[in-house]
């Protein structure tokens, strides 16, 4: 009968943990199923994104077709350096005929713009040196 008792209390021990083993699963996987269901209404792709909208990258990351990097800066989310890393960059797909955007002359300007003005600016630095060379310019859409 002892033996029979233990039996029991051994099954309805492991039943138990077994449960909550199984419940603590079933929770973690709805709360990556949650998470992952948050990040995705979150996160803005560059072909969902409105025009003038903008958002920061490293500079490892590839300017989608569409964006311009409007600002360059520094930040240790993309890595320890002495040179700017991350770059803002601008949803330029989509403004209208005439529309202008102060943009970084890091890259070529999408077709249907064209540089109306350059200056220099701090915030287009995207190397290390201190030059005051133009380094940004007005674009205006022309089609």
Do not use: F
């Amino acid at each position: 009968m002892e033996h029979t008792e233990h039996m029991r209390h051994g099954n309805r021990a492991e039943g138990v943990h077994g449960a909550a083993a199984g419940t603590g699963r079933v929770r973690r996987a709805a709360l990556a199923l949650v998470g992952a269901a948050v990040l995705a209404a979150v996160t803005v792709t560059p072909a969902q994104a409105e025009p003038g909208e903008t958002k920061t990258l490293c500079r490892s990351e590839v300017t989608p077709s569409g964006w311009l990097e409007v600002r360059w800066g520094k930040s240790e989310a993309c890595g320890a350096t002495n040179i700017p890393n991350i770059k803002t960059i601008k949803q330029v797909a989509g403004l209208p005929v005439g529309s202008r955007v102060e943009a970084c002359a890091t890259m070529v300007p999408p077709e249907g713009w064209q540089p109306v003005s350059t200056s220099y600016s701090v915030d287009c630095r995207s190397g290390s040196g201190t030059g005051t060379y133009n380094n940004r310019w007005v674009l205006e859409r022309v089609s």
